[in-house]
């Protein structure tokens, strides 16, 4: 009965002893494959592969089959034995998810077309209010009251923040469109470098870093770099009311993916909002505390992503956070 349902055949149509053709059409995938079938047989007295039936009525269903030769005592083929194994649901759920794929390619490649032409067209008008309200406050200053003065430098610090806006909003758009050079990357030095840059802007704070020596990777250095710059400008950043700054890099193991982790003792964060810090835009603390565009975390979750690893966040708000990651 399941064979007569499969192939949507009548109740009347003979199966058993009769031809395969009497009750199906079978169907070749492309002009290869047939030849294929027929060579892997008379080699290897199997073959195993995915075509199409023409059923009784006509449809078309998926079909997976293991063929054998049936061999006598003289090892001569005396006949055929299949089994057959229906994966039209199967292969309609794939076709399915195929699609959906390419949807999402093309809706994510729209949206980084988007981002990047309104980024990059907002620039120009941008410049220009900073450029005009600049030479204010330096040629005419002295024609200015106090209150002229501080709305002026208001529209500089606004024409400032947007600017890195869009320059985080570029280099987020930037992180898709470049392709993947792996390459052995130490991250202690890196780590190091840039630690020892971020302490020459502030010299008068007291600072201390651990960092584990010989830390490799195989990854892309620049979008690496990138991740662990905006991993570091935070620590930086959310330690600056600290007495004594402490940032911490190192590696643990945990199952059987090494991690690597970014460790401060700085403001922290609720526990319970970790997964929110990586949306773009999305802030838990102000500008009057600390300021940002809220896109730094984003960069650092999608180079992450790129190099097939995850990232997550840990912190208790006043005791400081930890940002770990894996690579693939």
Request: proline share 2%.
């Amino acid at each position: 009965q399941a064979v007569y349902r499969q192939y949507e055949l009548p109740p009347d149509r003979p199966i058993v002893g009769s031809t395969v053709g009497t009750w199906y059409r079978y169907e070749w995938l492309n002009d290869s494959q047939e030849h294929e079938a027929s060579t892997s047989l008379q080699k290897t007295g199997t073959w195993k592969g995915i075509n199409t039936h023409v059923t009784g009525r006509g449809n078309r269903i998926w079909v997976e089959s293991t063929v054998s030769s049936v061999k006598d005592q003289d090892g001569n083929t005396i006949g055929m034995v299949a089994v057959m194994r229906d994966t039209s649901k199967r292969k309609q759920i794939e076709d399915e998810c195929t699609k959906t794929a390419q949807e999402l390619a093309l809706a994510y490649n729209e949206l980084e077309t988007f981002s990047y032409s309104v980024s990059h067209d907002l620039r120009g008008p941008l410049n220009n209010i900073g450029a005009f309200t600049s030479i204010l406050l330096q040629e005419h200053s002295a024609d200015l009251n106090e209150q002229a003065r501080h709305y002026l430098e208001r529209i500089n610090a606004g024409v400032a923040k947007m600017g890195q806006l869009i320059e985080d909003i570029l280099t987020l758009s930037r992180i898709s469109r470049h392709e993947i050079s792996l390459q052995d990357f130490d991250l202690s030095k890196k780590v190091r470098t840039y630690l020892e840059e971020l302490r020459e802007t502030s010299p008068q704070r007291q600072a201390e870093f651990s960092i584990q020596d010989d830390v490799h990777a195989s990854a892309d250095p620049r979008l690496l770099s990138l991740a662990l710059e905006n991993l570091l400008r935070n620590a930086w950043k959310f330690t600056s009311k600290q007495e004594q700054t402490r940032i911490v890099f190192g590696t643990s193991v945990q199952g059987n993916k090494r991690v690597f982790f970014v460790r401060d003792n700085g403001a922290g964060f609720p526990g319970e909002q970790a997964e929110e810090l990586f949306k773009p835009f999305k802030r838990l603390h102000s500008d009057r505390q600390f300021a940002g565009t809220g896109v730094g975390l984003a960069i650092v979750q999608r180079v992450v992503t790129r190099h097939g690893g995850t990232v997550w966040a840990e912190g208790q708000e006043g005791k400081g956070a930890a940002f770990s990651f894996t690579l693939r």
